[in-house]
Antibody, heavy 119, light 109 residues
Framework: QVQLVESGGGLVKPGGSLRLSCAAS????????MSWIRQAPGKGLEWVSY????????YYADSVKGRFTISRDNAKNSLYLQMNSLRAEDTAVYYC????????????WGQGTLVTVSS | EIVLTQSPATLSLSPGERATLSCRAS??????LAWYQQKPGQAPRLLIY???NRATGIPARFSGSGSGTDFTLTISSLEPEDFAVYYC???????????FGQGTRLEIK
């Protein structure tokens, strides 16, 4: 069965960095676009970034552009999000999600990992 | 950027009643509109994609309709497990960016 497992969240000071990982299993990872989507405490969903199956196409939300970098390792069935220059407003649960149709929708989600940016 | 506006913000209904949730886009998104259900402490679950296609394993009481800028999620007869928050989501053509609506909370009356 399809599984997505995020890791790497935690407490970080403003201006700091963190790298999130998402381990995928149960499907051919290299066939799918993947996205990161976040949810601040008590708030709605916000798309962060997506990456094409080969890694050649990448887009970011304006709120993270220039600070976050998405990447993937198809040999390791893994998705990553490098987060730099973190701000308090980046505090959220970060989900990775599988995208079967180029951003049209997300059919499988991980359980999420919490990132807290605070001094 | 395309903005999705969901209404109402909160909907109070009883089990067995029909629920109608709305999602309006600031410009046309053709039929690239999806709906998700989220319960407390859980990840969102895909219900509907391409405006009207039910995702795998989703009960027939969930249906989606609409195109262009106006979309509707209908739950024909509410079950106790349907009380949750519902989000719509779209991907614009260019730039190909993704946005979510702010959510509708469906609560037990």
């Amino acid at each position: 069965q399809v599984q997505l497992v995020e890791s790497g969240g935690g407490l970080v000071k403003p201006g700091g960095s963190l790298r999130l990982s998402c381990a995928a299993s149960g499907f051919t990872f290299s066939d799918y676009y993947m996205s990161w989507i976040r949810q601040a405490p008590g708030k709605g969903l916000e798309w962060v970034s997506y990456i094409s199956s080969s890694g050649s196409t990448i887009y970011y939300a304006d709120s993270v552009k220039g600070r976050f970098t998405i990447s993937r390792d198809n040999a390791k069935n893994s998705l990553y999000l490098q987060m730099n220059s973190l701000r308090a407003e980046d505090t959220a649960v970060y989900y990775c999600a599988r995208d079967p149709q180029v951003g049209d929708h997300f059919d499988y989600w991980g359980q999420g990992t919490l990132v807290t940016v605070s001094s | 950027e395309i903005v999705l506006t969901q209404s109402p913000a909160t909907l109070s209904l009883s089990p067995g009643e029909r629920a109608t949730l709305s999602c309006r886009a600031s410009q046309s998104v053709s039929s690239y509109l999806a709906w998700y259900q989220q319960k407390p402490g859980q990840a969102p679950r895909l219900l509907i994609y391409d405006a009207s296609n039910r995702a795998t394993g989703i009960p027939a009481r969930f249906s989606g309709s609409g195109s262009g800028t106006d979309f509707t999620l209908t739950i024909s007869s509410l079950e106790p497990e349907d009380f949750a928050v519902y989000y719509c989501q779209q991907r614009s053509n260019w730039p190909p960016l993704i946005t979510f609506g702010q959510g509708t909370r469906l609560e037990i009356k």
